[in-house]
């Protein structure tokens, strides 16, 4: 009865599949996460073309971070409760920032019940783990000392969004545990973040035609290919496309 050596791996193929119906993320607007990939898979997801699936490993991933997410939450309530800091969670929005229509969704806000003022926070799941080093016997483990643009971007985003002065980025290692925090100031990154909404929303929006000339961005250009879920791009890497 039990012999199936797939048994796990199936139970997840069917619960993957069931979310991916069941998704209820609008797959026509533009979201504040779109401003970190490349604008003609975004457009391609926006004008209805066919996409790839994301595959199951990295809806695994997705939810690790979505776990790692909830320690943060857990953390934040038994820490701050019956204190001035309120913690909103999931706190999506829709709105005009910067004149463009966005949908955003921080993943938790801090406010402060006295001032009323807010503070974005953004949790990333990744590896901190470089290489195995043979002079010592084990993997160099490198902790950031600034966060990852993409981070950057899409949390500054949510920061103009919601008007508050600061945003937070906590990144967390997987495979180490390490954790890093930043607290940055939105006035530092907002001339960027506007160019990169005005771009986006130009030349991603479903009627446009289709931007061939993009590529993607310099941040993300070593992997965006590799994990690209638009198959009418002639540059996609993403070992998917073989399974089509
Ligand atoms: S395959 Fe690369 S260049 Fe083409 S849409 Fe995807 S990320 Fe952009």
Known sequence: MFADTTLVRDAFESLHEIREANDPWDKVALHSSDLVKCAREVWARRSGKPMLPLGSDVLRQFRIGVDFEEQVLEALEQKYAGTTIEILRQAEYFGLNNGVELVGHPDFILRDTVTGELQPIEVKTTTFVARWNKATGNKDVFLPKEPAERYVIQAGTNAIQIGSDTFRIVVVCRNTGKMVEFVLQTSTFAPRIRA???????????????????????????FACKFCAYAGCENNKNPLMGVL
């Open 196 to 222: 990169l909404q005005a771009h986006y929303a130009l030349v991603t929006g479903p009627n446009q035609p289709e931007p061939h000339h993009e590529v993607p961005p310099a941040h993300i250009a070593s």
